[in-house]
């Protein structure tokens, strides 16, 4: 199993980032996808979770209308487009694959950073 994180950077408030997971070495098109964070000096925060056929997204109250969780399955991507950042939004971010029986795989993360 591997999940490449990309599109990460540095963003002024108010700008925007779309975040890519390439997934391979499992079935991607059967696995319930999410985002996961992990803020400076935090634990882990789950972000927003998307449904394997893409029918059901749900996201973290604090993200809801300014994030947008999608997947293209034929391509194996999960993606995140973030608007409006806030820079209570920096964090190392991570896709997740939930895979059978309960198991949980991250990426290595890719790094947002919301500062003027």
């Known amino acids: 199993v591997q999940l490449v994180e990309s599109g990460g950077g540095f963003v002024q408030p108010g700008g925007s980032l779309r975040l890519s997971c390439a997934a391979s070495?499992?079935?991607?098109?059967?696995?319930?996808m999410s985002w996961v964070r992990q803020a400076p000096g935090k634990g882990l925060e789950w972000v927003s979770t998307?449904?394997?056929?893409?029918?059901?997204?749900y996201y973290k109250e604090s993200v809801k209308g300014r994030f947008t969780i999608s997947r293209d399955n034929a391509a194996n991507l999960l993606y995140l487009q973030m608007n409006s950042l806030k820079p209570e939004d920096t964090a190392v971010y991570y896709c997740q694959a939930s895979l059978p029986r309960g198991f949980l795989q991250r990426g290595q993360g890719t790094q947002v950073t919301v500062s003027s």
């Open positions: 998307i449904v394997p056929d893409g029918t059901n997204t």
């Open positions: 070495g499992f079935t991607f098109s059967s696995a319930a």
